[in-house]
């Protein structure tokens, strides 16, 4: 039987890697060559990283390590979630 201790939620690890990641991203552009004040490298990002660009379908199979990072079509990220 797992340990459980109580009071502690599961998924806040989870939370505290998004609200990182988010505030790396958000309102940057993702790129192939440097990361900096506007810009993120894609090589960057974690292995497990799904890019979402507008109009682009999503498989709704939940992976709590995987990085999902939504762009507009100039390629700036607007909004970044684990799932």
Same mark, same amino acid.
């Given at each position: 039987? !797992?340990?459980? #201790? !109580?009071?502690?939620? !599961?998924?806040?690890?989870?939370?505290? &890697? #998004?609200?990182?990641?988010?505030? &790396?991203?958000?309102?940057?552009?993702?790129?192939?060559?440097? $990361?900096?004040?506007?810009?993120?490298?894609?090589?960057?990002?974690?292995?497990?990283?799904?890019?979402?660009? !507008? +109009?682009?379908? *999503? $498989?709704?199979? =939940?992976?709590?390590?995987?990085?999902? *990072?939504? *762009?507009?079509?100039? +390629?700036?990220?607007?909004?970044? =979630?684990? +799932?």
């Amino acid at each position: 039987m !797992p340990l459980v #201790t !109580p009071n502690q939620d !599961p998924n806040a690890s989870a939370s505290s &890697k #998004t609200d990182e990641w988010q505030s &790396k991203l958000v309102g940057k552009t993702l790129n192939e060559t440097e $990361t900096n004040e506007t810009n993120f490298c894609k090589r960057d990002l974690p292995q497990e990283t799904r890019i979402i660009e !507008p +109009g682009t379908m *999503v $498989t709704k199979d =939940y992976r709590v390590n995987r990085l999902n *990072v939504q *762009v507009e079509k100039d +390629g700036v990220v607007t909004h970044v =979630y684990h +799932g």
